[in-house]
C-alpha cells in the first residue's frame, strides 16, 4: 500500500468534444423541434379545419330570423324560423347547472381546505370527484331519466338543469380546489393568527380565489352548454321557446342533432349554423375566462 | 413578571423531533430574542406559542406553554382566544387580498367591532407604524401594491389593531431593504414596554440592538438564556461564545 492520497480535486476533462458528435446532436435537436412543430401545426390545423368546416356551411344558414325566431310549422322541411328556442334554452339550462353546482361545490371545497386539509377523508373526497369527472354525461342522463320517473316529472326545465349540473358538479370543484390548492400557506397563518375560526378562514380563502372562482365558473356553463348527452331525456326538446321550470326545453346540442338527421339540405345546413352558434358562444366564454384570470386578479396574493 | 412560560416543550415533525425539553421564561413587556443557525427551531418554538404549528398535521407536541400561567395547550382551551392574545409578524410581508383599510380592520372586524370604532383603530394604528400620510389617499386601494417596507409596517399596524398581549415577530425584517428593516426594528423598540415581544432573528447585531433578554438555540435545543447584557458580556456555554464569535453556525 502506498501513502500516497488521491488528488481530492479531480482535474477537469480538457478534451474537445468530438465535433462529429456535436453535430448528430444539432442534427438531433432539429429533428424534434421539426417534431414537436409539426404536432402543434396539427392541433392548430384541426381546430382551424372544425372553425372552417362550420363556418363555410353555416354562414349561408345564418340570419337574423333564424337567432331570434322559433322554428315554425314546417321548420324541418325547410321552413321558416330559427333557432332561439334552442338558444334560450341552452343559456337557461347551463347558467342553471352552473349555479346550481357552485352552490354545492363552493361549501364542499371550502370544508376541504379550511377544515379537512389532507386528511384520508379529503383524499377519498378528491377521489369521488376525480371519478364523477370521467363518469360520461350519458350515464348522467340515464341517472336523471330513472329519477325523474321514479318521482313522477316530466321532462323539464328543472330536470335538465339538476341533471346537468351533476355533470358540472365534478369540474367546478375540482377546478375551486385547484385554485385554492394555490392559496399560500402564509394565507393561512395570516388569517389564523389574527384570530380568525375556520368558518372565517374558508370566507378568506374564496376571497383569494376569487379570479379563479370565475374563471371555474366559466369554464363550467361552458361545458354544460355543450352537452347533449345528459339533457336528451331531461330537458327534453320543443319548438317553443322556454316556458317555466316545469316544461321542457330545447338546447343547442340537440337542435344541431335533430336538423343535421333531416334529409334536407337546406336544413341540415342549419345544423350547422347552429353548430357555429354554439362554437361561438363557447369560443368566447373560453377567451372571456382566460382573460379575466388576469383582470381580476389585483387584490391576490402571489 | 413573565408573560409566556415553556415547560419541558418537545416538538416532532413526523419522526424527526425540531424541539427537544425546551424550558424558557419571556419577561413581560420586554423585547427576547431567539437566536440560533439556520435549521435550529426558532420559527417551529415561536410557532409554538400561537398554536400555528397545529396547521401542519404530522407535527406532534408535548410540554406546555403557558400563556398567564395557563396551559394554551390544555384539554378545552379556545385556539382562536388563545390566537387574538398574540400577534404574528412574519417573515415576508403578507398583505390579505384586500384594500389597505380593510387589511388593518379584518382582524376589528372579526371581533365584531362597530364601524367608528375601526375607522379609529385603523387610522390611529396606520399613524403608529408611520403609514398613514403615504396611503390616506389611498386606503381603497389593493395592499398588494404596497412596497415590501410599507406592506411589512402594514402588517405591523395589521397585527397590532386587535391588541394582542404578545407580538412574534419571526425573521420580521429579514426580507427589507435596510431602511426598510431599520424602520421596523425602530418601531418594534418603541413597543418595548407596551408589548412583551418575541422575536426570531439571524442577525446577531439586531438582537445586540433590541433584545433585553437572549436565547440561544442549537439543533433544537435550548442552550443558553440570559438577560442580553449578561449574554453577550459573559456568555457561559462554549457554543454560545463560538457562535457570537461568528466561528460557527
Ligand atoms: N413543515 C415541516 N415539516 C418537516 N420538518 C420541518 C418542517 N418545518 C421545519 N422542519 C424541520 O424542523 C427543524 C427546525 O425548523 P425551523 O423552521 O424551526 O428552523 P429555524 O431555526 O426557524 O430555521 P431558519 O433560521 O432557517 O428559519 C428543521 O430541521 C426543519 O428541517
Ligand atoms: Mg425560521
Avoid at chain 1, 63 to 86: C, D, H, K, W
Avoid at chain 2, 233 to 245: K, N
Wanted: aromatic share 8%; charged share 20%; with cysteine.
Amino acid at each position: 500500500m502506498s501513502e500516497h492520497i488521491s488528488d481530492p480535486i479531480p482535474q477537469a476533462s480538457v478534451r474537445p468534444a468530438k465535433p462529429l458528435y456535436l453535430e448528430r446532436r444539432r442534427l438531433e435537436e432539429r429533428v424534434f423541434l421539426a417534431l414537436m412543430r409539426l404536432c402543434l401545426l396539427g392541433a392548430a390545423a384541426a381546430l382551424g379545419m372544425i372553425l372552417a368546416v362550420i363556418f363555410w356551411r353555416g354562414v349561408g344558414a345564418l340570419s337574423v330570423e333564424m337567432l331570434t325566431q322559433p322554428p315554425r310549422g314546417n321548420f324541418y322541411l325547410g321552413g321558416g324560423g330559427g333557432i332561439a328556442n334552442a338558444i334560450a334554452g341552452s343559456i337557461l339550462l347551463a347558467s342553471g347547472a352552473t349555479a346550481a353546482a357552485f352552490c354545492w361545490a363552493a361549501p364542499l371545497v371550502l370544508y376541504l381546505h379550511a377544515y379537512a386539509r389532507r386528511s384520508r377523508f379529503a383524499a377519498w373526497v378528491r377521489l369521488t370527484l376525480d371519478v364523477l369527472w370521467g363518469i360520461p354525461s350519458i350515464v348522467y342522463g340515464a341517472f336523471g331519466f330513472s329519477l325523474m320517473i321514479l318521482l313522477g316529472l316530466r321532462a323539464s326545465l328543472l330536470a335538465g338543469v339538476l341533471t346537468l349540473s351533476l355533470v358540472v358538479l365534478p369540474i367546478l370543484a375540482r377546478t375551486l380546489d385547484e385554485v385554492l390548492r394555490m392559496a399560500p400557506h402564509q394565507l393561512l397563518e395570516t388569517g389564523f393568527a389574527l384570530g380568525a375560526t375556520r368558518a372565517e378562514m374558508a370566507g378568506l380563502l374564496l376571497r383569494q380565489a376569487l379570479p379563479g372562482l370565475f374563471t371555474a365558473l366559466l369554464l363550467a356553463f361552458g361545458r354544460g352548454v355543450g352537452d347533449a348527452a345528459s339533457v336528451l331525456f331531461t330537458a327534453g326538446y320543443t319548438d317553443n321557446m322556454p316556458g317555466g321550470i316545469f316544461s321542457p326545453v330545447a338546447s343547442l346540442p340537440l337542435a344541431v342533432f335533430f336538423q343535421l338527421n333531416a334529409p334536407f339540405p337546406a336544413v341540415q345546413e342549419r345544423a350547422y349554423a347552429s353548430a357555429l352558434v354554439l362554437t361561438v358562444m363557447i369560443l368566447v366564454i373560453s377567451l372571456t375566462a382566460h382573460l379575466s384570470l388576469r383582470r381580476l386578479g389585483k387584490h391576490v396574493v402571489r | 413578571m413573565y408573560s409566556l412560560t415553556v415547560q419541558n416543550l418537545n416538538v416532532w415533525y413526523g419522526k424527526q423531533q425540531a424541539l427537544k425539553n425546551i424550558d424558557v421564561a419571556f419577561p413581560e413587556r420586554r423585547i427576547s430574542a431567539i437566536i440560533g443557525p439556520s435549521g435550529c427551531g426558532k420559527s417551529t418554538l415561536l410557532k409554538s406559542f400561537n398554536r400555528l404549528l397545529e396547521l401542519n398535521e404530522q407535527v406532534r407536541i408535548e410540554g406546555r406553554v403557558l400563556l398567564d400561567g395557563e396551559d394554551i395547550y390544555a384539554p378545552g382551551v379556545d385556539v382562536v382566544a388563545v390566537r387574538s392574545r398574540i400577534g404574528l409578524l412574519a417573515q415576508k410581508p403578507f398583505p390579505l387580498p384586500m384594500s389597505i383599510f380593510d387589511n388593518v380592520a379584518y382582524g376589528l372586524r372579526l371581533q365584531g367591532r362597530n364601524k367608528r370604532e375601526i375607522a379609529e383603530v385603523v387610522e390611529a394604528q396606520l399613524r403608529a407604524v408611520g403609514l398613514w400620510e403615504e396611503v390616506k389617499e389611498r386606503l381603497k386601494a389593493p395592499a398588494t401594491g404596497l412596497s415590501g417596507g410599507q406592506q411589512q409596517r402594514l402588517c405591523l399596524a395589521r397585527t397590532l389593531a386587535v391588541r394582542p398581549e404578545i407580538l412574534l415577530c419571526d425573521e420580521s425584517t429579514a426580507s427589507l431593504d435596510p431602511l426598510s428593516a431599520r424602520g421596523i426594528e425602530e418601531l418594534l423598540a418603541a413597543l418595548r414596554g407596551h408589548y412583551t415581544i418575541i422575536m426570531v432573528t439571524h442577525d446577531i447585531d439586531q438582537a445586540r440592538r433590541l433584545a433585553d433578554y437572549v436565547v440561544f438555540m442549537w439543533l433544537g435545543e435550548l442552550v443558553e438564556k440570559a438577560p442580553a447584557a449578561e449574554f453577550f458580556g459573559a456568555p457561559r456555554a462554549e457554543l454560545t461564545q463560538a457562535y457570537l464569535a461568528r466561528r460557527i453556525g
